[in-house]
Nanobody, 121 residues
Framework: QVQLVESGGGLVQPGGSLRLSCAASGSIFSINAMGWYRQAPGNERELVAAITSGGNPTYADSVKGRFTISRDNAKNTVYLQMNSLKPEDTAVYYC???????????????WGQGTQVTVSL
C-alpha cells in the first residue's frame, strides 16, 4: 500500500502565507514527478505546481512568483510554500505522486486526501 498524507492547510488572511507538506509512505521503490493540484467549489481540479525527481518545477500562471514547490527525496515529501495568498487561492489542495512500487512494475499515480486552504479576512 502507498499513502500520501497532506498537512499544513488552514485559514489565512489575504497576503499571508502557508506551507503545505505531503509525505508518501508504504511500499515505494521510486518516485518520479510529484505535484499539487487544487479544486474550488464548482470548478475542475487544476494543476498548481509540479516537480520532477531531479527538482525541476513547473507552475500554473496564476501562482508564478507567489508559490514555490520543493521536495525532499530522502523523506519522500513534497512541499508547497504559498506566499501573497489571495481569496481566489481558496480551494482544497491535493498532492499527487507518480510512484513505482517495485523495480519492474509500472508507474502509478497516487493522490492524497486533500487539505483545505481558505484565504479570507
Amino acid at each position: 500500500q502507498v499513502q500520501l498524507v497532506e498537512s499544513g492547510g488552514g485559514l489565512v488572511q489575504p497576503g499571508g502565507s502557508l506551507r503545505l507538506s505531503c509525505a508518501a509512505s508504504g511500499s515505494i521503490f521510486s518516485i518520479n514527478a510529484m505535484g499539487w493540484y487544487r479544486q474550488a467549489p464548482g470548478n475542475e481540479r487544476e494543476l498548481v505546481a509540479a516537480i520532477t525527481s531531479g527538482g525541476n518545477p513547473t507552475y500554473a500562471d496564476s501562482v508564478k512568483g507567489r508559490f514555490t514547490i520543493s521536495r525532499d527525496n530522502a523523506k519522500n515529501t513534497v512541499y508547497l510554500q504559498m506566499n501573497s495568498l489571495k481569496p481566489e487561492d481558496t480551494a482544497v489542495y491535493y498532492c499527487n505522486a507518480d510512484i513505482k512500487k517495485r523495480r519492474f512494475t509500472v508507474v502509478a499515480t497516487y493522490w492524497g486526501q486533500g487539505t483545505q486552504v481558505t484565504v479570507s479576512l
